[in-house]
């Protein structure tokens, strides 16, 4: 690759370009639910006062997904971010793949169905393998690690290819969904399956708990979270129902007030003999249906690593494992996939390693594979290593509306070493706080977790201008701007039985800020202090080309164009 080539017109700086993401920050379209605008963030207001501004979109068609009402996320917004161009992303490709039956023709499900299916070892004709198809996955239509129209589809053609016995391992959701909608799932599922279900053909649910407490881990932020989800889904391990509805109310009971995404973990039994209906054994199929691969490459591990160290297994069964794509393009994680992810290439990573450009990138745990995988299009390790340091600070394991505040100001004390040690051109951090703490859906600590952000913003302020460098602050999509749950008609709050708001936990549509902070301005760009003043009406894929003008390069002629108004 070719280095990007000078803009002669740019005048530099002293210092390097800092661009901050603050995740799952966006503009509210509702007053009342929205904690970013509720907080007391007077660094980030000040910022908006005395600097260019704009929204950009962060969700739906701005960034690869197949429509506008489907929500951004991280994975895609960094995506989008890091590659400076759109590309259809995970739903989209795996919703196109069912409809042009690639993914049923492709040799991954050829394998998945033919491992269970194939005559038995005895050889005797028309005889079948008395194995099973799995399906794990996360439980909803969020359409953002998974849907269940996906997972309905492979159900029906498995059928359609002769499987006779289907088991689901279901992760409740109530993050990207509302977040105590399971039944919202379960029930009309188990209508789907009932209708599919004959004398020749027995799916059921098998197994299950919430997302934040089995099997979705990302980043080796909590193993246990993996290991209970084996001990459930492949052993069997875990509390005995009759069905997945008698655990979710159960639990609720319990525990009062636990969300989808807490829910304990459950196996269904066997009502005459009491056994788990579907330990996975060998000889079976194993289907991780989730397209996301954040939180499936733990449980991927799990399955497919012989020197796996992470917990005991306590055994592991011999199955033909795929993922719904690859999870990891660069180490090929997992061995088969059902959909190939898009091909992203020439990323701002990339084009700045070829351009000699010194790079740091850091987060804590929870969103350090955002900045470098993912910003790099979903490509492992560095492209240079003298050019590139990766810093991550580990992150808590306690749930985050105990630690709002999470590793905001040590992520800080690190980018401010980096600013003042004069080392590098180009330096992209994360504040994970607006999303991770807007998951669980406790507007207080959602507040709280905005306020220690704008702190660290107001340090990042003083150590920009002190350095003459300049900064750009954004965001991957919406969260902490969305927490309550709203009439779509009318707009106004919906609540719970208790008469308070009921919490919403998932991302927003809404649009995200976009401040330009160049405090040795030399008047190579439209500087008025307004919202709009810079180009409006663009996505987040626009802030690649942002950071290379701001940089003194000018962009590739195939990225979508800066928010910067150039004279």
Request: hydrophobic share 35%.
């Amino acid at each position: 690759m070719e280095a990007l080539k000078k803009n002669p017109e740019w005048k530099g700086r002293r210092g390097p370009v800092v661009l901050v993401i603050m995740d799952g920050v966006g503009y509210g379209k509702y007053e009342k639910g929205d904690a970013a605008a509720d907080s007391k963030m007077f660094n980030l207001a000040s910022l908006k006062e005395k600097c260019p501004h704009t929204k950009l979109k962060a969700h739906g068609t701005a960034v690869g997904l197949p429509s506008d009402d489907d929500m951004g996320n991280s994975e895609v917004g960094h995506n989008a971010m890091g590659c400076g161009r759109v590309f259809n992303q995970g739903a989209a490709l795996v919703s196109t793949s069912i409809e042009t039956r690639a993914m049923f023709e492709g040799s991954a499900w050829k394998e998945i169905i033919s491992n269970v299916t194939k005559p038995n070892s005895e050889g005797n004709s028309g005889a079948k393998h008395e194995s099973v198809l799995h399906f794990i996955g996360l439980f909803s239509d969020g359409n953002v690690h998974s849907h269940l129209d996906h997972l309905k589809a492979m159900i029906v053609q498995a059928k359609q290819e002769g499987v006779k016995c289907v088991r689901i391992h279901t992760l409740f959701d109530g993050r990207d969904v509302g977040e105590t909608s399971a039944f919202e799932y379960i029930d009309p599922f188990e209508e789907f399956l009932k209708q599919q279900n004959d004398d020749n053909f027995d799916a059921k649910i098998a197994s299950g708990g919430g997302r934040m407490w089995i099997t979705m881990d990302r980043y080796g932020a909590d193993w246990a979270m993996v290991e209970r989800g084996w001990h459930t889904h492949v052993l069997g391990e875990a509390r005995h129902f009759a069905s997945a509805r008698e655990a979710v109310e159960t639990y609720r009971k319990e525990i009062p007030g636990i969300i989808d995404q807490d829910l304990k973990e459950f196996v269904i039994v066997d009502s005459d003999n009491g056994k788990p209906i579907g330990t996975i054994e060998d000889g079976d199929s194993v289907v991780y249906f989730n397209f996301r691969g954040d939180r499936a490459l733990e449980m991927t591990a799990a399955f497919e690593e012989d020197g796996f160290d992470k917990f005991d297994r306590k055994r592991r069964p011999a199955v033909c494992y795929a993922g719904m794509m690859e999870y990891d393009g660069d180490l090929h994680v997992p061995k088969r996939y059902l959909v190939s992810p898009p091909s992203i290439d020439n990323t701002m990573g990339e084009w700045l390693a070829a351009s000699g450009t010194k790079t740091l990138a850091i987060s804590e745990t929870q969103k350090y594979g955002h900045v470098t995988y993912f910003f790099n299009g979903n490509r492992s390790g560095k492209f240079d290593e003298k050019l590139e340091d990766y810093i991550e600070i580990k992150s808590d394991v306690v749930p985050f509306e105990q630690r709002p505040w999470m590793k905001c100001a040590e992520i800080t004390d690190q980018v401010i070493t980096a600013i003042e040690s004069g080392k590098y051109d180009f330096i992209r951090l994360n504040y994970p706080n607006g999303d991770m703490v807007g998951h669980t859906g406790i507007y207080q600590a959602v507040v709280c977790s905005m306020e220690a952000m704008d702190i660290q913003i107001g340090r990042l302020v003083k150590a920009v201008e002190k350095a003459g460098a300049v900064m750009l602050l954004t965001s991957d999509h919406g969260n902490s701007d969305d927490m309550f749950e709203h009439d779509k008609k009318t707009g106004t709050v919906l609540l719970k039985e208790d008469g308070t708001p009921k919490a919403k936990t998932s991302h927003s549509l809404n649009p995200v800020p976009c401040i330009v902070y160049d405090p040795e301005y030399k008047g190579e760009y439209t500087n008025t202090p307004t919202e709009g003043s810079l180009n409006d009406g663009l996505g987040i894929s626009s802030v690649a080309a942002t950071c290379m003008q701001l940089l003194g390069f000018i962009p590739p002629e195939d990225y979508d164009k800066s928010v910067l108004k150039l004279k």
